[in-house]
């Protein structure tokens, strides 16, 4: 029963890699009509909106008072931290280059999880996170990454908080419903995210290209509240270890989305490395984790 469970953990986690898949691209655009600043508050708080009104639906109990401090944690690192650093980055770097500094996030995630939810992955694990990591930084980087660059340290710092609210979500998971854990994160930061989501909003909306708006919405509903729900349930069912590690795959899904609705082609170095990426992912299945 075990495996069963962490197999079905770590497809629910895909499927939430795929739905984080646009996110960059989704910013990029964002912030090319948008203030970053707007971007990240109003993202959070609509997704802060959706978030009360399914809770109130359904009639959700308020989590116990000792889970407020991580809740606030996961909201400001996933809601706040991590959208508002990759904003700020994608105004100076492109969304591949991105793409590349971000394929470090499993890994910062992974670290995160030993030290916040206390999980021991062996050290075989570590050496094919290791691996995974390399595997997917190297390919960005030969496929027009570019060296590093001043949003670099955006980036860096994004990773530091979207993997501490990652960790504080796998904690969490074992005590909450996954789905809840990031609705109530949101909750808890709507009223400031709200009050500077208006103060900061663009003076003439209507001047700001659809296409903007759209993709606004999509890091919102998408990206910031719905992608949570396997990924979170993911922790519940496999671990922060071996869920973080599925993510490495967000670059290739990026691509073959891509690929699908924009008719771009793979080449065989793509196919090669994201090959490589699933054998790293295979390996690592093998190796013990305790939790």
Not at 104 to 111: D, G, M, Q, S
Not at 194 to 218: D, F, K, Q, T
Not at 259 to 268: K, Q, R, S, T, W
């Amino acid at each position: 029963m075990l495996p069963r469970r962490e197999n079905l953990g770590l497809l629910l986690a895909f499927l939430g890699v795929v739905l984080f898949g646009g996110t960059l691209p989704a910013t990029r655009l964002a912030v090319e009509f948008l203030d970053p600043w707007f971007v990240t508050f109003a993202r959070a708080a609509v997704a802060g909106i959706a978030a009360l009104a399914l809770l109130l639906a359904l009639r959700s109990r308020v989590p116990p008072r000792g889970t407020w401090g991580a809740l606030a944690i996961v909201g400001l690192g996933s809601a706040i931290g991590f959208p508002l650093l990759t904003a700020l980055a994608m105004q100076t770097v492109p969304a591949a280059h991105g793409g590349v500094v971000v394929g470090i996030l499993p890994l910062a995630t992974t670290i995160a999880g030993a030290f916040i939810a206390h999980e021991r992955p062996s050290a075989g694990f570590w050496l094919t996170a290791l691996a995974g990591t390399a595997l997917v930084v190297t390919y960005g980087l030969w496929h027009g990454g570019g060296g590093f660059a001043a949003g670099d340290l955006y980036l860096l710092l994004g990773i530091a908080t979207g993997a501490i609210g990652n960790a504080y979500s796998g904690r969490l998971v074992r005590v909450m419903s996954a789905w809840e854990v990031i609705s109530w994160a949101l909750v808890l930061v709507l009223p400031p995210s709200l009050a500077l989501a208006l103060l900061l909003a663009p003076e003439h909306p209507g001047a700001v290209p659809v296409r903007a708006w759209m993709a606004l919405s999509y890091v919102a509903i998408v990206s910031q509240w719905v992608a949570f729900f396997p990924w979170n349930l993911g922790f519940k069912l496999a671990g922060i270890a071996r869920v973080a590690q599925v993510q490495l795959l967000q670059t290739f899904v990026t691509l073959g989305l891509a690929a699908l609705v924009n008719g771009e082609a793979i080449d065989l170095e793509t196919i090669a490395f994201a090959l490589a990426v699933v054998v790293t992912l295979m390996i690592g299945r093998a190796m013990p984790v305790r939790r």
